[in-house]
């Protein structure tokens, strides 16, 4: 009898341990579409009550989870900047928030950490995944990580202060072989004040003589005029002809626009107070290439005699208005603006632990850490041993369906295999007790 009972509660465990193998597996395949989802199989463990050389009593079987944390999925393509997959070993750090009564949001304290990368922009430019975790990272200023701690990502500079333009260059060839009583059309470049206003800079060139030229400068807003003499070798020198020679000194009286020639340069700097120009003083620098080179402007024979300007430029800026976000492979989060520039505020780290399938999952598609997985280790994105991130990517669930599908059937078959033994066992049971009767 005592073998009869012993065999009823081994196969009782045995469709217990099935039952929890197929509740893994219908887990698995209910989330085979469910971004950075991990499987989870089933291991078996022997039970055993007492096994010698005379007796072995049946003890039944364990059914334990078996997590493959460090599998990893697949990873496609995503046209969303903000989505991300990791590449290799590690985990996103995230934090879960609420909201108050006023709409403010209040985060939890709790660090956990995801594959799931697919970030977006929630409407204070914090990066939530589709789980409503908020992603973490590092500060950055002035171009420096501030790794002591990680905050929740937010976007908050949405404008970019205009630049005042303080240099300008200047490539062109005047014709060496136009009459002296040559004038060019006017050149014109726009420049931005410290509002971010534009302004033009007129240049217009007139021969004077053989190698010499006067370049009138206006900047109508500011009622700022000057003409400067410019002076081209002629080829007797060390120096190649048509390439400039000189740049005259100011030598105006204070009624006129003053500037300044830096010596030993091909430079012009205007240094009038700009009272039209935005804010205050503005400094500009026009630049003309380089003394005896041929870069910059130079004077040599145009077959239409004519000036020819092949780059004007400045470097000033306009006020500029997020436009889109950036993410590198190291994880650095740059804004990018409408005015052509970016910003990097933030960090993205990867974190990775010694055992990792030791984690403790939380819903979500989220992990926590357990004194079994160690100690999280913070890392820059593709070094120690980190993965990389890709940006307009996702990584997939890393269930294999036809593999899923093949432990399904196995353990349909061994359930109902355990479910034989009961019934026989039942019967024998029942053949014992009319054996009394």
């Not at 496609?76 to 290799?88: E, F, K, L, N, W």
């Not at 590092?138 to 171009?143: D, L």
């Not at 400039?244 to 003053?258: C, E, Q, V, W």
């Not at 500009?284 to 004007?312: E, H, I, K, Y």
Request: cysteine-free; overall charge negative; glycine content about 10%.
């Amino acid at each position: 009898m005592g073998s009869l009972f012993s065999a009823l509660t081994t196969a009782v465990a045995g469709l217990g341990a099935q039952s929890s193998a197929i509740g893994n597996i219908s887990d698995n395949l209910s989330n085979a579409q469910t971004t950075g989802y991990k499987a989870v199989s089933t291991d078996f463990q022997e039970l055993v009550n007492a096994s010698n050389a005379s007796v072995n009593n049946p003890g039944g079987v364990k059914a334990t989870p078996a997590y493959q944390n460090d599998v990893q999925g697949s990873i496609t393509s995503a046209d969303t900047a903000t989505y991300m997959a990791i590449s290799g070993q590690g985990y996103f750090a995230v934090e879960s928030a609420s909201t108050d009564a006023t709409g403010a949001t209040i985060f939890n304290s709790t660090i956990n950490y995801t594959r799931q990368g697919d970030f977006t922009l929630n409407k204070d430019g914090y990066l939530v995944n589709g789980s409503g975790y908020y992603l973490m990272g590092y500060n950055v200023s002035s171009g420096i990580a501030n790794t002591a701690s990680t905050t929740p990502i937010q976007i908050s500079s949405l404008l970019n202060d205009p630049v005042p333009t303080a240099n300008i260059s200047y490539v062109a060839n005047l014709p060496s072989n136009a009459a002296t009583t040559y004038t060019s059309s006017s050149s014109t470049v726009q420049i931005y004040d410290s509002l971010g206003n534009t302004h033009d800079v007129n240049y217009v060139w007139n021969k004077t003589a053989t190698n010499t030229w006067d370049l009138n400068i206006t900047i109508p807003d500011a009622a700022y005029t000057q003409t400067v003499a410019f002076t081209f070798n002629d080829g007797t020198g060390s120096a190649a002809a048509g390439t400039l020679k000189s740049i005259a000194s100011y030598s105006g009286t204070a009624s006129t626009a003053p500037y300044t020639v830096p010596s030993g340069t091909a430079d012009i700097d205007l240094t009038a107070d700009f009272t039209g120009l935005g804010a205050g003083k503005q400094n500009l620098v026009l630049n003309f290439g380089a003394l005896n080179g041929s870069t910059g402007v130079t004077q040599f024979s145009d077959t239409n005699g004519t000036a020819s300007v092949t780059n004007f430029s400045q470097d000033g800026l306009p006020k500029g208005s997020f436009s889109s976000l950036a993410i590198s492979k190291a994880g650095l989060v740059s804004i990018n603006y409408s005015n052509g520039t970016n910003l990097t505020i933030a960090q993205i780290p990867i974190v990775q632990f010694y055992a990792q399938d030791q984690l403790q999952r939380v819903s979500g598609g989220a992990y926590a850490s357990t004194i079994d997985s160690g100690t999280p280790r913070y890392s820059t994105a593709g070094l120690n041993g980190a993965g990389t991130i890709s940006s307009n990517s996702l990584e997939q669930s890393n269930v294999d369906i036809a593999s899923e599908f093949t432990q399904l059937i196995q353990a349909q078959q061994v359930y109902s295999a355990n479910a034989k033994v009961v019934t026989t066992d039942n019967t024998l049971l029942q053949t014992t007790i009319n054996m009394v009767q």
